[in-house]
Each structure stands twice: as C-alpha cells, then as structure tokens.
C-alpha cells in the first residue's frame, strides 16, 4: 500500500476565494472520510463516502463546503467563498470498510490558509 | 453522542520513565476504541485499536492501552518513553452497530507529549 496522498500540502488562499483539494486513498479502500483540524485541537469529522455515495454529512459542513467522490476512488473537497475560519488542516482518511472492525488510515493533511 | 475527553493537555517526562496518557470516552454501548499519534506537520498514525475481545490491547512502538468499562476509560500506557515518542497523542471513539464499525471517529483534544532526555 502507498498510503493515503493528499495534494496539495499547502494553500495560502485570499478571503473569498474558492479552493480544491484532492484525496487518493488506499486502493481498494471503499470508504473515505474527510476531517477537519485546527490548532490545538482533535480532527472533526466533516462527511464520508461508501464509494461513491456520501452518506454522512457534519454540520459543520456548511453550504459553502461540496465534497465529492465521482468514481468511488479519489475525492475532492471544494471550499467556496474561503473565509478566514476555515483555516485549518484538512484531513482525509480511508478504510476497507468491507470488515467488521474497520479502521481508519490518515493522510497528510492539506494545510489551508485564508488570508 | 459519542464524546471523549483527554484530561491532560500537555504531559512532561524524562527519557526512560513510564508513561500513561488518560482516556475517558462517553457511548452508549461497547464502543471502538482508538489511539493516533500527530508529529508536527505529519498525519495521523495509528498506535492501536478496541474492537472486543482482550481488554489489554498491544500496539506499535511499544504502546499498550487497557479498555475498563466500568471507568469508561481508555489509558494509553509506555514502560519506557524515548525521546523520539515526543508528539501529540489523540485518542477516539468509533460507533459500533452490531459489531460492525461505521461512519465517524470522534476525536478528544489530544496530549502533548514533551520527553526531556
């Protein structure tokens, strides 16, 4: 396995301006998931997929956040409007999710900054 | 909802000590139980995970946590701390529906560990 990749690393970003970032998982993993840390706190979960469905939503997810997973492989996570909130280090993880105890395998993160 | 709370922020040892991170977790059933350690600009790695089964749950590194019911805890445990264990450890809750994870980890607010040689 490689690993779950996350591109890009970083984003310095204008208030206002929209932003993508992409997750390939581990192949063959059927569920990914998207988390949301910032400084000095624990990841928060924000939405997964079961392949290419999106079967649960935060709502922290506001309406300026879309996340999609066209062919159940890798996923984008689109942030409109960037405000300076959204600061933070956005996570994906993985899983098989074909076994009862599934566990769950993190990126990198994409370090995103609203200026 | 599931919940969990690191009560310690920031932990501080030397180099060789023993070491115990502290984990309560608040579910309504067993749940699925989860260490991750965070080194500065680095992802999440896991240490180990509860699903059933032995309480005492042995890991990478030479990490062990023991799941006590009861306490509704989930203490992350090192004989001996090296240096290069410094990091910030997260501890989480995954549901479990009849015996079957699914969906979101809830994640407590993580302990800073600071090792002095």
């Known amino acids: 396995d490689t690993g779950v990749s996350q591109d890009p690393r970083h984003k310095i970003t204008k208030r206002g301006q929209n932003v993508t970032f992409r997750c390939d998982p581990i192949s063959e993993h059927n569920r990914l998931y998207w988390y949301r840390q910032t400084l000095g706190q624990g990841p928060e979960f924000l939405t997964y997929f079961q392949n290419e469905a999106q079967l649960e939503k935060s709502r922290l997810l506001s309406d300026r956040f879309s996340a999609e997973r066209p062919k159940g492989s890798f996923s984008t996570l689109e942030i409109q409007r960037t405000e300076q909130g959204d600061s933070a280090m956005y996570l994906c993880?993985?899983?098989?999710?074909?076994?009862?105890?599934?566990?769950?395998?993190f990126g990198p993160g994409t370090r995103l900054t609203v200026l | 909802a599931q919940s969990v709370t690191q009560p310690d922020i920031h932990i501080t040892v030397s180099e060789g000590a023993s070491l115990e991170l502290r984990c309560n977790y608040s579910?309504?059933?067993?749940?699925?139980l989860f260490w991750y350690v965070q080194s500065p600009g680095q992802g999440l790695q896991l240490l180990l995970k509860?699903?059933?089964?032995?309480?005492l749950v042995q890991g990478i590194k030479g990490f062990e946590a023991e799941f006590k019911r009861s306490q509704s805890s989930f203490n992350l445990r090192k004989p001996s701390v090296h240096w290069s264990d410094a990091a910030e450890y997260f501890c989480?809750?995954?549901?479990?529906?009849?015996?079957?994870?699914?969906?979101?980890?809830?994640f407590g607010q993580g302990t800073i560990l600071t090792v002095h040689p």
């Open positions: 509860y699903f059933s089964g032995d309480t």
């Open positions: 989480a809750v995954g549901a479990n529906a009849g015996g079957t994870s699914y969906g979101k980890l809830t």
């Open positions: 579910y309504g059933a067993t749940p699925y």
């Open positions: 993880a993985s899983s098989p999710g074909t076994v009862l105890a599934d566990t769950q395998y």
